[in-house]
């Protein structure tokens, strides 16, 4: 098979589908409109920060070490990986929860806030463990394209795990709001909220307690620089500064694309952009989805971010830390029933320079804050700056310390950001969201139906948001592009 093949945008399912699309013996060329590879996953440098722009989280290892494998290489080839220990501390207003990096003390916390909780909480890690294996060894590594993937042997057994919640499983187990706001936690990184999230989801908590949480020595960016090795290894061309304005079809064939006014011929055409934006850039006739079906659609959140360099360290506080010390379900009426900015918003602090003083001068600590908030709303300095006093206020009184007068650079991005910098959707920040009806075969295609060699990868398709899901996404677009176009 040796096709020339044009892939649009660099983010981690763009990259991940031109390494193996390269290793099937095509000639790939990726078109990314801004001037660094890796989409929302991006690094800046200022006064001696580091700061990653995107996720932080580094969770389910083993995909990422799937990956590398499929070229025969290792992680350990392109980045050093940390565990983190503790892996992440959750603020509530009158006490904090500190999740270790083995189960054992994860159990030793969950008693001293319930005794007797760590028993449930065995038996419930257990069946995530299963559906783990089940839901990434398995139906995640399917193309989304018929319902029939997903009736196994495994899921039919399981059928009550799609339509029960993850949130009443949660607290049919669990009675401590403590407890419950922790095991709801994993499943917010699929962008819907607990209660419309299924219960088989739970294996997002395996990956939590289980798996552990990581951190690649220098920031998530390394990455995405190791991705681009590998890419570069397999003669992939990777264009920068190419903004593509026009997917070129003719008689209901992509036959090409234009980028920075030019068209360019290829055989096959694969969008890791933002698929809604993507789809603006064929004629209307060509478009699969109309803007009523986006619509409709349950997004992920947009954040509002904040990078933040303090002059000093900074105490009581993790490399990653939730803010959970106001009312949850407010806050997510908020963003998915009424969306408007939120009282009084949960957020997320990292801090990578707690463990890897690569990121911050010595002395110093690199930060940043991330507010969930709904799709687009309106974003503007004023309500950047209303909410950044209402967190650092708040994280001030719950880390008992003062920091606000050791702040010597702040920068925020927001929803507008999202929209002009990445072609978002609204300017979500991490895609569509994992509901029942948002999953797997029900998700927008990886292949266009009206457009032959056409495809789509990415975080708006399958199988999710999430930089593993991207990883795996480019995977299986790539095996779909080889399947119909080996001759
Ligand atoms: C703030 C934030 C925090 C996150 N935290 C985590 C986390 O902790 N852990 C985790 O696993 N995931 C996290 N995520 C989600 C994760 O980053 C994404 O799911 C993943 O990076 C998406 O990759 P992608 O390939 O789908 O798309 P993207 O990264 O969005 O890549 C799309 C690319 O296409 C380019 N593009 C768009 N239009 C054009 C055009 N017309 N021409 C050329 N190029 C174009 C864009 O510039 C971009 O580079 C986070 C995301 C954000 C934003």
Not at 135 to 154: M, R
Not at 228 to 238: C, F, S, Y
């Amino acid at each position: 098979m040796n096709k020339n093949i044009a892939v649009i945008g660099s983010g981690f399912s763009a990259l991940s589908a031109a390494c193996y699309l390269a290793k099937n013996g095509n000639t790939v060329t990726i078109f990314e409109k801004n001037k660094t590879v890796g989409g929302r996953a991006n690094q800046f440098q200022k006064e001696g920060f580091t700061f990653d722009s995107g996720p932080s989280w580094y969770w389910m290892p083993d995909i990422f070490e799937n990956f590398f494998k499929d070229f025969d290489k290792s992680v350990n080839d392109f980045y050093e990986l940390d565990k983190l220990s503790p892996a992440y501390k959750i603020f509530f207003s009158d006490d904090t929860i500190t999740i270790g990096d083995h189960m054992d003390k994860i159990c030793e916390e969950f008693e001293r806030i319930e005794p007797g909780s760590s028993i449930p909480l065995k038996t419930f890690i257990s069946t995530a463990q299963t559906n783990y294996d089940i839901a990434i060894n398995k139906i995640v590594l399917k193309p989304g394209i018929s319902p029939f993937e997903l009736v196994t042997k495994d899921t039919v057994t399981r059928l009550d795990q799609f339509f029960k919640t993850i949130s009443s499983q949660v607290r049919k187990k669990f009675k401590n709001p403590k407890l419950i706001s922790t095991l709801e936690f994993p499943v917010l990184f699929l962008g819907a909220k607990p209660n419309n999230t299924p219960s088989f989801y739970s294996f997002m908590n395996f990956a939590d307690f289980g798996l552990g949480t990581w951190h690649p020595k220098g920031g998530m960016y390394e990455i995405v620089k190791g991705m681009k090795r590998l890419a570069e290894g397999l003669n992939v061309k990777i264009k920068t500064n190419s903004n593509v304005t026009k997917i070129v079809t003719h008689r209901k064939k992509a036959t090409g694309i234009t980028v920075n006014g030019k068209t360019i011929d290829f055989d096959v055409v694969l969008s890791g952009a933002d698929y809604h934006h993507s789809e603006t850039l064929l004629d209307e006739s060509d478009r699969q989805y109309s803007e009523a079906y986006w619509n409709k659609k349950t997004f992920a959140p947009s954040s509002l971010l904040f990078y933040v360099g303090f002059d000093k360290k900074i105490e009581n506080i993790n490399h990653h830390n939730l803010f959970f010390d106001t009312n949850f379900e407010t806050h997510a009426q908020d963003i998915y029933d009424q969306p408007k900015w939120p009282e009084e918003p949960l957020f997320y602090a990292n801090f990578p320079s707690k463990t890897d003083e690569s990121m911050a001068p010595e002395g110093k600590e690199a930060a940043f804050f991330l507010i969930p908030i709904a799709p687009g709303i309106e974003d503007t300095n004023a309500f950047r700056e209303l909410y950044f006093e209402k967190i650092i206020n708040r994280f001030e009184k719950r880390t008992n310390q003062k920091v606000k007068n050791s702040i010597i650079f702040k920068e925020s991005f927001c929803v507008n950001d999202f929209i002009e910098k990445y072609n978002s959707y609204k300017g979500n920040a991490y895609g569509m969201a994992n509901t029942l009806l948002q999953t797997a075969f029900l998700r927008p295609k990886l292949k266009s139906k009206k457009v032959t060699n056409l495809y789509f990868t990415g975080q708006l398709t399958v199988p999710g948001p999430g930089v593993p899901p991207a990883l795996i996404s480019g995977k299986l677009v790539a095996g779909l592009i080889k399947k119909h176009h080996s001759n």
